[in-house]
């Protein structure tokens, strides 16, 4: 299993930006996706983005394509989630994930412990 730890949340302004940094350990990191995943208070867990073990094939949800851009770094073992023009429907516990490519949730072990963003009107 993969060790994540998130860092970069915070409290920002609507139209704002932030990034979000995931630091990885463990065995061969470059066969596992790595991406992001949020939970709202009182909603389920979202999926937000999601690259390949080389850093490719980056996929968003429709909720923040445009917006967000994930890159990976694995000379660093860090994926990152730019995110641009914040709304204060992104206010929300992001946690860094790590598994197989997946846009459901469910399908990844491997979680951070996930960090506070909140974006103010």
């Known amino acids: 299993q993969v060790q994540l730890v998130e860092s970069g949340g915070g409290t920002v302004r609507a139209g704002d930006s932030l990034t979000l940094s995931c630091v990885a350990s463990g065995r061969n990191l470059r066969d596992y996706a790595m991406g992001w995943v949020r939970q709202a208070p009182g909603e389920e867990r979202e999926f937000v983005a999601v690259?390949?073990?080389?850093?490719?094939?980056?996929t968003y949800a429709d909720s923040v394509k445009g917006r967000f851009s994930i890159s990976r770094d694995n000379a660093k073992n860090t994926v990152y989630l730019q995110m641009n023009s914040l709304k204060s429907e992104d206010t929300a516990v992001y946690y860094c994930?790590?598994?197989?490519?997946?846009?459901?949730?469910?399908?990844?072990?491997?979680w951070g412990q996930g960090i506070q963003v909140t974006v103010s009107s």
């Open positions: 690259t390949n073990g080389g850093g490719g094939l980056p």
């Open positions: 994930v790590a598994g197989f490519y997946s846009i459901r949730p469910s399908d990844y072990d491997s």
